[in-house]
Structure formats: C-alpha cells, structure tokens
C-alpha cells in the first residue's frame, strides 16, 4: 500500500539529492504541469506538495525514515496508521519486559477481533433493516400523507449508512493487518521455557 506519494518519483530525483538539484527538477517538471501552461491542476497540486516535503528537512527525513507523511497521506491510509499507532501505543505501555510476550501478534489478534465485531454488527444491522423493510411492505398508507412511511424509509437508510460505515472499517482494519504481517517479533525463549516450567508444577 502507498501510503504517499513518493516525492522522489514525483520529481524524478534520487533519494541523495540536495537542494538545488530539488529545486532545479520541480522548476523543471512544474513548466509542463502548471495550469497556465495546459497542464492539470491536480498534477500540479501533487508536485507542489512533492516539492514542499523534501525542501523541508524535518519532514524530509520523517519520510526518508517512515516512508510516510501526513500532509501527503491519503485519508484512509492515515486512518489505518491512527489504527496501527494506537496499537503501538498499547504495547509500549505493556509494563510486560520486552522478548517477554509477542506484540506484533498481540496486534494482529486484536485487528482479527475487531474485524470480527464488526462483521457480527452488520450481520445485526442486516437482520434490523430486513425487520423495517417487512414492516414498510405490510404498511397501508394514507392516501394524503405518509408519515410512518417516511420514518421507516429514514431508518433503512440509516441502518443501510451504518452497514457502509462498518464495511469501510473492515477494509481498513485488514488492510492494517496486512501492513503487519511481513513482521516477525523474537520472544526470549528462557523466560518462555520458565512459564512453561511453572505452569507445568
């Protein structure tokens, strides 16, 4: 998953390039790409941005280490590294010592959980809407107005928005585990033998 824009690509530079080649490559590929010159705004919009990150050193280098920048980060890409950073966040805050137990796994088992609930919650919504929808098609309406009608429709619409809502975090959600599974995390293998040991007396 590209979670930016690779601003290397963008200007068509190296990852070494110093600053007046930087300049030089965004001034070159900006005549093309500017608007006033026939070219899309959007393109142009990307460079710009491009061209911002790497003439900033502290974002420059966030991106060389991270392979990622918030500005230029697509919104459902930074809602999966919110995921992940919070998942972070919990295992740093472990007091459990390091080698101890396995936070990369712990990570991936709460993803899979939190996939699950949520595949269980549409389930419910789906059984809710089916409810609503047999009570629209057995309701008589008044021929002046529809009141009852309206409401029930508006909830099966809610209920359907909800359905999307939960669809969208599932993707994220798996999307997250996939960015976690390359990892491997080494557990210190003495104390794990010293669990078993006690839990075996």
Known sequence: MAMVIDPYMMLDIERDADDQEIKSAYRKA????HPDSGGDSEQFARL???FDLLKDPVRR?????TGYDPQMADQKDLKVLMMIETLVNDFILDEREPGSFDPVAAMRRKLSDDI???RFHILEL???RARVRKHMDRLGKRPDTDVLG?????RSQSISEAIKQSEIQIDAIEQAYTMLES???EIDRTDMDEEHAKAAE
């Open 30 to 33: 900006a005549k093309n790409a």
């Open 183 to 185: 990892y491997s995390y």
């Open 61 to 65: 280098r966030v991106y060389d280490d």
């Open 150 to 154: 309206s409401m029930l429709r508006a």
């Open 126 to 128: 789906e059984r809710h």
């Open 116 to 118: 699950l609930k949520n």
């Open 48 to 50: 710009q941005s491009a």
